[in-house]
C-alpha cells in the first residue's frame, strides 16, 4: 500500500469510526460549532456567518497551517479526514 493509500485509509477510519458516538451526528456537531463561532466573530466586531461546511474546511486549513510549520503524519490525516467530512457535509445539506 502507498503512503497517500494509508493516509487516507487511517482518515477513513477516524472519519467512520466512533466518531457521532463521541462527538454526534456530523452535520449537527459543525452547525453547533459554526453557530459559536459565528457568535464570537460577531460579539468581537467581526460579523461573519459561518457555515457547517465551513466549520470541516477551516479545521482542514489549521491542519495544514501546523504541517507548515512541521511535518507530523497527524496533520495529514486529519487534514484528509476533514475535507471528507466537508464532502459528506456538503452532500448530505444538498439531499436533506
Avoid at 82 to 92: F, H, K, N, S, T
Amino acid at each position: 500500500m502507498s503512503k497517500a493509500a494509508s493516509i487516507l485509509n487511517e482518515a477513513a477510519g477516524l472519519v467512520a469510526g466512533s466518531r457521532n458516538k463521541d462527538y454526534g451526528d456530523i452535520v449537527a456537531n459543525n452547525k453547533r460549532i459554526a453557530a459559536f463561532w459565528t457568535a464570537y466573530l460577531k460579539a468581537a466586531g467581526k460579523p461573519a456567518k459561518i457555515e457547517a461546511q465551513d466549520v470541516a474546511t477551516m479545521m482542514a486549513l489549521l491542519k495544514i497551517a501546523r504541517e507548515c510549520h512541521k511535518h507530523k503524519e497527524d496533520n495529514l490525516i486529519d487534514a484528509a479526514g476533514y475535507i471528507g467530512l466537508a464532502g459528506e457535509i456538503a452532500y448530505r445539506e444538498r439531499t436533506d
